[in-house]
């Protein structure tokens, strides 16, 4: 009987994190559940990683996509624990953990104990400037606020505004969801986003009595639990790419690039058979589609002419970063934070400018400093040079650069983060149903239940769990 009787075979495509997670969980568990599997990972680009990308550079490390992970959501931990590169995590740096909040064109501490969009501890908030005493008043109300009392979804602008008034949307939470998602908030599902505010409404009628209680639970337990808790990111002392290259490493034998999907297809007889840009057709018992909605849409319009309607209903929005490098000496301030946020209000290019070398260690050469700025839709679609003069043009006048960067490098991520919008969690909600009327077959990525490292890495696992469990 020849070896590769019974054996069965699994395509993924797309070579992101999401498709990595998914081959790397497919060849695992069907190991442990002593199935006979055969996966193929196909990437249409010439390297693995999606927006993931760590580069090394005159002693400076640059990350070109996410330069963290949250540590609460356990897939990218847990994950890396399995790899083995548990040991090379490094936290943020202890002794800056604050952020700033622009106000006309300076820069202001982020409340202490202040939570994205409401205070938690009072005396800090109150003597903030970055609120009006009347915004202050104003979101003190919020603790006679009633509940909304109905289950239906809500714009994250609308919750914030109902329940804290408009100065904080404005002032803080517009910006620090911006930051996040490169969102407008307008639009933004509450559920699908920021559920924990839904639930800290419902379960103590008020955001702020919420974050009061977890402050004093945390007090009897010595948590940190006050502003954007940067004591939960984690990444590593390479960079963010040791996490690619080790997954990549794993399965390298299943990876082919340059492989470009042109159209998949179900028979009853054979399964599904993949063609490629190429010319060549794969076949495979298993399908999962790990890329962005628009992609992911596209591919299975052959298939499934509702389901496609429904992962195109998923918007996304482009971005793109730019790492600054300079002389010490060439900037004037402290850098004593992560970073700040720019309100929509202030009108600058930027939403956004994390201080890498403060951040995390070892991120620049001694005496040397790094930033990295953040740009939305529709500037980040300009030139590079372009990107690099706003860049400079706001970055001076706030931090007091007296020069031009050593270098500057841009990264530019057309398409890249999902919008999930009111009602998002009824649209995926269809799509999970409709997927499952397709035999063997899923979806994953950032486009469903959560668009950070951790959740990309549960969706690809969870898809190749349930490939498997339709055995």
């Keep these: 009987m020849s070896e590769n009787a019974g054996k069965k075979r699994a395509i993924v495509v797309g070579g992101g994190i999401t498709g990595l ?17 055969d996966v193929t990972l196909l990437e249409a680009t010439e390297r693995v990683g999606g927006v993931i990308h760590t580069e090394h550079r005159d002693g400076f490390l640059l990350e070109h996509g996410p330069d963290a992970f949250l540590s609460t959501k356990p897939a990218a931990k847990a994950l890396c624990e399995e790899l083995g590169i548990a040991n090379q995590f490094i936290g943020t740096n202890p002794k800056v953990r604050r952020s700033f909040v622009i106000r006309n064109g300076e820069l202001h501490p982020v409340p202490e104990g202040f939570y994205m969009m409401a205070p938690g501890s009072f005396k800090p908030f109150l003597k903030s400037p970055l609120f009006s005493w009347r915004g202050k008043l104003r979101m003190a109300m919020e603790l006679f606020i009633p509940r909304r009392g109905r289950d239906t979804d809500e714009a994250v602008a609308h919750f914030v ?3 804290l008034g408009t100065e904080a949307f404005t002032r803080i939470a517009q910006p620090m969801i911006g930051g996040i998602y490169t969102s407008d908030a307008e639009n933004l599902s509450l559920k699908a986003t920021f559920p924990r505010f839904l639930e800290m409404e419902n379960a103590h009628g008020s955001i702020i ?25 984690l990444s590593f002392k390479s960079g963010m790419q ?8 794993a399965v390298s034998d299943c990876i082919r690039l340059g492989a470009s999907v042109e159209r998949i297809q179900h028979t009853s007889s054979a399964g599904w058979n993949v063609s490629l840009a190429n010319g060549e057709t794969l076949n495979a018992e298993f399908l999962c589609i790990a890329l962005p909605a628009l992609q992911a849409s596209a591919l299975i319009q052959n298939v499934s002419m509702p389901l496609a309607t429904q992962i195109s209903e998923i918007p996304y929005a482009s971005s793109a970063t730019v790492n600054l490098a300079f002389r010490r000496t060439d900037v004037a301030h402290p850098l004593d934070g992560m970073g700040f946020v720019v309100p929509a209000t ?5 939403i956004g400018c994390s201080f890498s070398s403060v951040k995390f260690q070892d991120r620049a050469p001694t ?25 400079q043009t706001d970055l001076a006048p706030i931090l007091g650069i007296k020069s ?16 999930y919008q009111v009602g998002h969690q009824e649209v995926v909600g269809s799509v999970e149903r409709l997927a499952g009327e397709l035999p063997d077959f899923a979806v994953a990525g950032n486009g469903y239940h959560g668009v950070g490292i951790p959740d990309c890495i549960r969706s690809g696992e969870m898809a190749a769990i349930s490939l498997l469990d339709a055995l």
């Design 161 to 163: 505004r109902r329940r």
């Design 404 to 419: 031009d960067p050593l270098f500057a490098v841009v990264s530019k991520h057309p398409q890249a983060m999902a919008q």
């Design 367 to 391: 005496e040397h400093v790094l930033l990295r700025a953040f740009i939305g839709e529709p500037k980040s679609k300009k030139s590079e040079s372009e990107l690099i003069e706003m860049c």
């Design 346 to 350: 202030e009108n600058l290019s930027l």
């Design 21 to 37: 997670a998914a081959c790397y969980r497919l060849r695992r568990e069907a190991a442990q559940r002593d199935i006979s599997l």
């Design 209 to 233: 009595k919420a974050l009061r209680a977890q402050k004093k639970q945390a007090a009897q337990t010595s948590q940190d639990t006050s502003g954007p808790r940067y004591s939960l990111f």
């Design 242 to 249: 040791t996490l690619v290259d080790t997954l990549t490493e």
